[in-house]
């Protein structure tokens, strides 16, 4: 990789493929690259020096460069990438590049198909906070550093493991860390077995001597074998690392955590929703195993501000609530719901939702409308559809039909900003991966307006 100084990003925007730009940038070399849409993220990439256009223009893109780098999310009809495809250029995938970065480092690699961004960032937040040092590779922007990339001397890697067109299995973790393998994806692995089984591949790369930390139950914890094993969980006794003494203080959860004969007390962890206590947990599991003082940790923790749209406040006085979340699957949305409701059981919240890709609304529908009714009340938003085409009859009507909340509605983002102008809110909620946070800015600009 030091050899190529010129290097091309195909899909720049995706938050993955923009720590990869990031950290060839920090090392001095030229990338510049290509996304369909325009976003805050490579508004920012493009203040930092990276040019970035947004439309598939063979005059835009580059000739000289030596690597090409792109993601599956692109569409393979893509003029540009068929383009280098077919000159001869140097092309790989963005799990490959990663791959070759983290070949010689320790590596600190967080799998799962939830929970893994905010495990991650929470791990690198607290090497970095501690003074430890890490270089990141995370998939969501931390709140502390306004980033999802950084670099340091210390030859550790944290890196978000993704499982979506098995692209974890390119890693080579010290330690290694699950959180869930829930049913996604499966127009990659078409059935749930063979996601699991992808997982249990995962650990299976682990380096000789290095620790697995996975969440307590899971479905295939039998065949989840490794030297050192430590399982999580929120607060079951029969897990090896758990929290006991869970309560709210002053809008922060405080806890010990227990693993064994060792007890870290009293740690404050100053972010919204019951299950980043869980993820606090097996993030601390990580760090401990590194040998960082109990009080580093503590403080480090204290300090931490979670990750932009996970359980973000956008708005927070004394007259209304609103929270932003990436929450696109079942169980996410389900963690979301409770925890808004075990903040702030008082108020009623309204949830608006965008459903993330066709083939997720058509395989998971039963589970969404499920995890919806737990809502107060629920508009969803036409499907966003990422790098899929339509598919016949599968709408967001699919998932709205399936729910017995009474209070549901189906919008579109007009509808719905006309439609908040009206209301009076406690507690909104939106939630989705596609593109719903372009509606944050012009909601909160309404709240603010109304107050």
Not at 111 to 127: N, Q
Not at 255 to 271: C, P, Q, R, S
Not at 297 to 324: C, M, P, S, T, W
Not at 336 to 363: A, W
Request: aromatic share 10%; hydrophobic share 40%; charged share 25%.
């Amino acid at each position: 990789m030091e050899s190529f100084e010129r290097i091309y990003f195909i899909g720049i925007g995706g938050i993955g493929m923009s720590a990869l730009a990031r950290y060839f940038r920090f090392h001095g070399k030229k990338v510049s690259g290509y996304d369909k849409t325009e976003t805050e993220l490579t508004k920012l990439l493009i203040n930092e020096g990276i040019p970035v256009h947004y439309e598939e223009n063979l005059g835009l893109a580059p000739k000289d460069v030596q690597l090409v780098v792109y993601t599956p999310a692109v569409n393979k009809d893509n003029i540009e990438l068929q383009f280098y495809q077919q000159h001869g250029y140097r092309i790989m995938k963005r799990s490959d590049v990663l791959g070759v970065i983290t070949s010689s480092s320790f590596n600190i690699c967080v799998a799962g198909t939830h929970g893994k961004t905010t495990i991650s960032t929470m791990i690198a937040h607290i090497l970095r906070y501690s003074g430890y040092g890490c270089n990141a590779f995370l998939g969501g922007i931390s709140v502390n550093y306004n980033t999802n990339f950084w670099s340091d001397p210390n030859n550790v890697c944290v890196v978000e493991a993704d499982e979506y067109d098995r692209s974890f299995l390119k890693l080579s973790p010290d330690i290694a860390l699950i959180s869930a393998m829930d049913a996604d994806h499966l127009d990659v692995y078409g059935t749930e077995e063979a996601l699991q089984d992808a997982f249990v591949q995962f650990s299976q790369k682990l380096k000789k001597g290095g620790l697995l930390i996975s969440k307590y139950g899971l479905i295939q914890d039998k065949k989840l074998c490794a030297e050192r094993h430590i399982r999580y969980h929120i607060s079951d006794v029969k897990a090896d690392i758990f929290a006991e003494k869970i309560r709210l203080e002053n809008g922060s959860y405080v806890f010990d955590i227990v693993m064994g004969k060792w007890k870290l007390e009293d740690i404050f962890l100053n972010i919204g929703g019951r299950h980043n206590i869980e993820n606090i947990i097996a993030a601390i599991a990580a760090i401990h195993d590194l040998g960082i003082d109990d009080d580093r940790i503590k403080k480090a923790v204290a300090a931490f501000k979670g990750v932009k749209r996970r359980f973000e406040y956008i708005v927070k006085n004394d007259h209304q609530l609103f929270i932003d979340d990436y929450a696109h699957h079942p169980e996410e949305l389900m963690a979301l719901i409770t925890g808004v409701k075990d903040l702030y059981p008082g108020l009623k919240n309204l949830l608006i939702f965008q459903p993330h890709l066709f083939s997720r609304t058509r395989d998971l529908a039963d589970l969404f409308a499920r995890s919806l009714d737990l809502a107060d009340e629920v508009i969803l938003l036409p499907i966003y559809p990422a790098r899929e085409l339509p598919i016949e009859g599968v709408t967001s009507a699919m998932i709205f039909d399936k729910m017995n909340n009474k209070h549901k509605h189906l919008m579109d983002k007009t509808e719905i900003l006309n439609w908040v102008k009206e209301r009076k809110i406690d507690l909104l909620v939106t939630a989705g991966a596609g593109d719903i946070d372009g509606l944050i800015n012009p909601i909160k600009e309404i709240i603010e307006k109304m107050n």
